[in-house]
């Protein structure tokens, strides 16, 4: 069974903004570009964990683990 993945949110969005380099002189332009880039990172993973937690979950269901064996039967021949 798959594990689930689950990133750090505040890790993941520090890490892209170390890794984003800035050219400039204006400040104020530099300050909101990082902010922009680091929030854009930040609720991006928060987007992917919800995600991934909901699939985790349908994963898990017995319904569905039901209809995957029945669709893996029907496309595999047998019936």
Do not use: T
Not at 55 to 79: H, P, R, T
Request: hydrophobic residues 40%; charged residues 30%; proline residues 3%.
């Amino acid at each position: 069974m798959p594990e689930k993945i689950k990133i750090d949110p505040e890790k993941f969005a520090y890490a892209v903004l170390k890794s984003h380099r800035v050219e400039g002189d204006d400040k104020e332009k530099i300050a909101k570009e990082c902010l922009s880039l680091y929030l854009q990172s930040y609720l991006l993973v928060n987007q992917f964990n919800q995600l991934e937690a909901s699939q985790f979950k349908l994963n898990n269901d017995s319904d569905f683990k039901k209809m995957m064996l029945a669709i893996n039967k029907n496309v595999n021949g047998f019936y």
